[in-house]
């Protein structure tokens, strides 16, 4: 059983700059894939967009089209911690950031196969 929590949301102006962590606790080492997706306030019933995933053996990274060159995802192994560095951020990226993990497969594509989820971290990009 993994658990992860999400922390480092917040309001910032359009430009700026965040960081999102994901701490994660229990069977770490059975880890294979990591993900960060979000969700636009007011599309409770759309799928979750993915926006960057890190698999765990290789450090190996893929990135949304929207967010390649401004977002970087990162692992701290020694803290069991994952990030998202967002940078140059535009309105468009306000959303529920959810951290996902899974033991096999991370599709940027489709949340379906994920089956450990945080509970989200807020981010508002105003213009």
């Known amino acids: 059983q993994v658990h992860l929590v999400e922390s480092g949301g917040g309001s910032v102006q359009a430009g700026g700059s965040l960081r999102l962590s994901c701490a994660v606790y229990?069977?770490?080492?059975?880890?294979?894939?990591m993900s960060w997706f979000r969700q636009a306030p007011g599309a409770p019933g759309e799928e979750r967009e993915g926006?960057?995933?890190?698999?765990?053996?290789?450090?190996?990274?893929f990135y949304a089209d929207s967010v390649k060159g401004r977002f970087t995802i990162s692992q701290d192994n020694a803290k069991n911690t994952l990030y998202l560095q967002m940078n140059s951020l535009k309105p468009e990226d306000t959303a529920m950031y959810y951290c996902?993990?899974?033991?096999?497969?991370?599709?940027?594509?489709?949340?379906?196969?994920?089956?450990?989820w945080g509970q989200g971290t807020l981010v508002t990009v105003s213009s």
């Open positions: 229990g069977f770490t080492d059975t880890i294979f894939c």
């Open positions: 996902a993990a899974d033991r096999n497969s991370c599709p940027l594509f489709d949340p379906n196969p994920l089956d450990a």
């Open positions: 926006v960057a995933t890190l698999y765990t053996d290789d450090g190996s990274t």
